[in-house]
T-cell receptor
Framework: DAKTTQPPSMDCAEGRAANLPCNHS???????VYWYRQIHSQGPQYIIH???NNETNEMASLIITEDRKSSTLILPHATLRDTAVYYC?????????????FGSGTRLLVRP | NAGVTQTPKFQVLKTGQSMTLQCAQD?????MSWYRQDPGMGLRLIHY???????DQGEVPNGYNVSRSTTEDFPLRLLSAAPSQTSVYFC????????????FGQGTRLTVV
């Protein structure tokens, strides 16, 4: 699975958009980009994933560059409850490999 | 539908003791895995299983054993606990197929003294 690079920490003001970048320059054509977050020391929580098209759900939007070497997770209106560590993961979907390889993630602090 | 359930939530062991961390899921997921998370670090894969009777090693398997006799359960065994195994342990399960997300348990906080 490809490795990812994320900034160790970021902050944003409550109510503003939080844009979390991720570099995955060695991503393969059959690898998806997944985002999870971990609030305090709870189990990681799935946010969103995509292959090459931009994706949106009730939690966030995922923007993947055309060359797929980087992506951005967007929380459109961050709240204090979005303070967490955010993990960007790339992995092959299908076959027998469902391993998630976590990096260090980005610690997002949402300020009041 | 409880999702992924881990027991116990907290455990203190003495060096050399053995114990089993339990993980159960009620979603009929084929794939299950165990991770450990040390302070300030990301999760590291210990062992995983793609179905009953099939297990394989992850990044940090030493000191841990697993078995998968049923689809629902995936216990993690520490045969002789060491202080280096002090960590938070997470179990996860995934449905095999395209576009699937992993579901995580709430973790077991283990301290080995």
């Amino acid at each position: 699975d490809a490795k990812t690079t994320q900034p160790p920490s970021m902050d944003c003001a409550e109510g503003r958009a939080a844009n979390l970048p991720c570099n995955h320059s060695t991503i393969s054509g059959n690898e998806y980009v997944y985002w999870y977050r971990q609030i305090h020391s709870q189990g990681p929580q799935y946010i969103i994933h995509g292959l090459k098209n931009n994706e949106t759900n009730e939690m966030a939007s995922l923007i993947i560059t055309e060359d797929r070497k980087s992506s951005t997770l967007i929380l459109p209106h961050a709240t204090l409850r979005d303070t967490a560590v955010y993990y960007c993961i790339v992995r092959v979907v299908g076959g027998s490999s469902y391993k998630l390889i976590f990096g260090s993630g980005t610690r997002l602090l949402v300020r009041p | 539908n409880a999702g992924v359930t881990q027991t116990p939530k907290f455990q203190v062991l003495k060096t050399g003791q053995s114990m089993t961390l339990q993980c159960a899921q009620d979603m009929n997921h084929e794939y299950m895995s165990w991770y450990r998370q040390d302070p300030g670090m990301g999760l590291r894969l210990i062992h995983y299983s793609v179905g009953a009777g099939i297990t394989d090693q992850g990044e940090v398997p030493n000191g841990y054993n697993v078995s998968r006799s049923t689809t629902e359960d995936f216990p993690l065994r520490l045969l002789s606990a060491a202080p280096s195994q002090t960590s938070v342990y997470f179990c996860a399960s995934v449905a095999v197929g395209l576009n699937t997300e992993a579901f995580f348990g709430q973790g077991t906080r283990l301290t080995v003294v």
